[in-house]
Structures are given as structure tokens and as C-alpha cells.
């Protein structure tokens, strides 16, 4: 079974909807050959700039997070009918900055990605260790117990609309990124665990990218593993030049 690669930029807290719109424009010219798909997860207030921008390309635009309940007291906060109503077709959940400094578990990150699923946008459910625990050795039991947390509830037929993004925090923003072998073997145990869940036919269909550091160096290589499915890119992807080469990586 043959997958695409997912190339998606996460923007984080960068660029203003004015910047959005120009470096969407830029990017689309250099991205329109490739055959993969390119997606671009920018801040909410970009999101409308991103999709006007982005109309006759072939780039997808991303929501960074979303709310799990459908609307109410929630100040804030922006649920997935509202990104839905935008256009958005894409969200990541559970990046480990949003469990990190905002108190995201693995029991909300479950929440949203069945309210994603059940709305029709598709999730990019971030997974991944920290230093102390690969130092442990826990890594792979740790990285299963998230996605089998994540998927709870998560039906073979909507395994289809969900991507997985294996970004150990160590490597995130750091310029540490884990070696083609170490991000490869964690991106397999995570099809295992599919496996044992879903069978091999769903498990061998699912993207699974990775995240941290990658680079216009390293994503060729990284992307050539037989379990890596693309990536998601940080700080490479706020630089047309770079993220145009990682998206062209194998030119
Ligand atoms: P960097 O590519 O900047 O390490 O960030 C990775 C990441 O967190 C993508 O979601």
C-alpha cells in the first residue's frame, strides 16, 4: 500500500493575517508540482487570510486546536463547527506545547479528536516522549498508551481521517532531531499498535508524520523511512525558501 506523503507547516504563534496572506501567495507558486499534500496549520485570526490565499492551490489550511463542546461559556475558545464554517478541513490536537503549557491531557485530547471526527474535520494527533523518558526506556510504551487514549472511541472507518504526528519533545524546536532510525522505529510501534487495533489494511493506510526539527537537510532522508509519512514542521516552515524545499524534498 502505497501512501502520499502529509507535509504540514505548524505555524505556532507566528505571522499577523497580513503576513499570512503574502506568504501564502509565495508558497503556493512554488508548491503547486508536487503530488503530496501540503497543509499549513496557522493561527486562528490567519485562518481566513490562509483560505483566501490558498484558493487556487494546492495547499490546505490547518486550525492549531479546537474546543470540544459545540459552543457555550467557554471564553476563548473556537469550536470545530466554527472552523468548519470557515472552510477548514484540518486540526491539529494535543501538540505537546498545548499539554505542556496549557493543560492539555490525554483525556481532552481524546474529547477533541471524537468531536473532530464526528464533525467532519480530520485530526493530527500529536504524540511524543520527552527526554527523561526515552533516557527511561519507556518510550514506546509511552507513545502507545497516547494513541491508544487518543483513539479511544475511534471507529475503523473514521481511522481513515486521522493523522498521527510523532514529535518527541526533545527534538521539538531544538535542533535535536531524532536520527531516520529512532524516528522511524516509534512511527512503526505506533502502526503496530494500529495493527493490533484496526488490522493491517487500516494500520497500513494511516499517515504518520513526523515533527521536530526537521530541516531542509533532513527531510529527505527522514521521509524516505518506510513508516514516515511526511512531517510536521516547525520553524522550517515560516521561511517560503525552506519550507518549499522540504515540501519538494525529493527534487
Ligand atoms: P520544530 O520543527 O520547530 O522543531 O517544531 C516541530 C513542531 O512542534 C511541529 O508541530
Not at 24 to 36: F, G, H, M, R
Not at 103 to 110: A, H, K, Q
Amino acid at each position: 500500500m502505497s501512501r502520499k506523503k502529509i507535509i504540514a507547516g505548524n505555524w505556532k504563534m507566528n505571522k499577523t493575517p497580513s503576513e499570512t496572506a503574502v506568504f501564502i501567495k509565495e508558497l503556493s507558486d512554488k508548491v503547486n508540482q508536487t503530488n503530496d499534500i501540503i497543509i499549513c496549520a496557522v493561527p486562528y485570526v490567519c485562518i481566513p487570510a490562509a483560505l483566501k490565499a490558498s484558493k487556487r492551490s494546492r495547499i490546505k489550511i490547518a486550525a492549531q486546536n479546537m474546543h470540544y463542546e459545540d459552543n457555550g461559556a467557554y471564553t476563548g475558545e473556537i469550536s470545530a463547527n466554527m472552523l468548519l464554517d470557515l472552510g477548514v478541513k484540518y486540526v491539529i490536537i494535543g501538540h505537546s506545547e498545548r499539554r505542556q503549557y496549557f493543560n492539555e491531557t490525554d483525556i481532552t485530547v481524546n474529547k477533541k479528536v471524537l468531536k473532530a471526527l464526528k464533525s467532519g474535520l480530520k485530526p493530527i494527533i500529536c504524540v511524543g516522549e520527552s527526554l527523561e523518558q526515552r533516557e527511561m526506556g519507556v518510550t514506546s510504551d509511552y507513545v502507545r498508551y497516547q494513541v491508544a487514549y487518543a483513539l479511544n472511541g475511534v471507529s475503523v472507518e473514521d481511522l481513515k481521517n486521522i493523522i498521527i504526528a510523532y514529535e518527541p519533545i526533545w527534538a521539538i524546536g531544538t535542533g535535536k532531531t531524532a536520527s531516520n532510525e529512532q524516528a522511524n522505529d516509534v512511527c512503526k510501534t505506533i502502526r503496530e499498535a494500529l495493527v493490533e487495533k484496526y488490522g493491517r489494511r487500516a494500520a497500513n493506510a494511516t499517515y504518520i508524520q513526523y515533527g521536530g526539527s526537521v530541516n531542509t537537510k533532513n527531510a529527505k532522508d527522514l521521509f524516505g523511512m518506510s513508516d514516515i509519512d511526511g512531517g510536521l514542521v516547525g520553524g522550517a516552515s515560516l521561511k517560503t525558501e525552506d519550507f518549499d524545499k522540504i515540501v519538494n524534498y525529493n527534487k
